[in-house]
């Protein structure tokens, strides 16, 4: 699961079009939530354990209690300075490597796309690191001992296929909708096992992660640029504020 900012909360500067993002609150995005979900209907059918796995900032530690709530059983964080602003390759390596920490594996679930960049690179990567065949796209999902049967979306048709575990497979919007924690279930998340490591942990090379390792340079990041309507109304105050409220609902400005 990826941590990502709020991106309901993000401001645009005005005179830059950029995006603001220091101080705002992080979350895991919708469709790791998908993955989650996918992975905790599987251990209530089938019987299984569920390792939520994830790399990030420190928040981390905070951030990851709610997958823990929604069912995981325990949650595996990679926390480390190195990796902040790593490519979806560096990315890649340092969860693969982790996943062979963890241990003995079947299934290894993630979103189609992370909520902000939206790369789709993550599970195919991971899959070509651990050597083992991926699905993509599925929006729905069964097993029968260890074989997998997944339904692809792949746009015009849907396809079916049939793989042997252990695999990665990415998972779609449509394949599911994410629980919300209990209470109960809340409360109980904060003493359920988390392991925290380092990237010396996994033994990855800091130089081969972070900005530096990185083969993608970011030349902008910017808003599309935006005019004033420059909408006037004219005439009795009480039509005209009834014409305002109206444009602004169509703006979607007001709810």
Known sequence: MKQVVDLQQIRIKRDTREPVLEGLPVLFGDMDKNALEEAVKIKEKYGAKVTVLSVGSAKLKDTILEALAMGADEGCIVVDPACEGSDTGASALTLAKAVEKIGAYDLVLVGEGSADNYSGQIGSRIAEILNIPQVTYVRELSIEGTTITAVRDIEAVLEVVKAQMPLVVSVTSEINKPRRAPLAQILRASRK???????????????????????????????????????????????????????????????
């Open 193 to 255: 096992p988390l392991k925290s490591w380092t990237l010396n942990d996994l033994g990855i090379d800091p130089g081969k992660v972070g900005p530096v390792a990185s083969a993608i340079q970011v030349v902008s990041n910017l808003a599309p640029p935006q005019e004033r309507k420059g909408m006037i109304f004219e005439g009795d105050v009480g039509e005209t504020v009834g014409k305002l409220v109206d444009a602004l609902r169509k703006e979607g400005a007001l709810q």
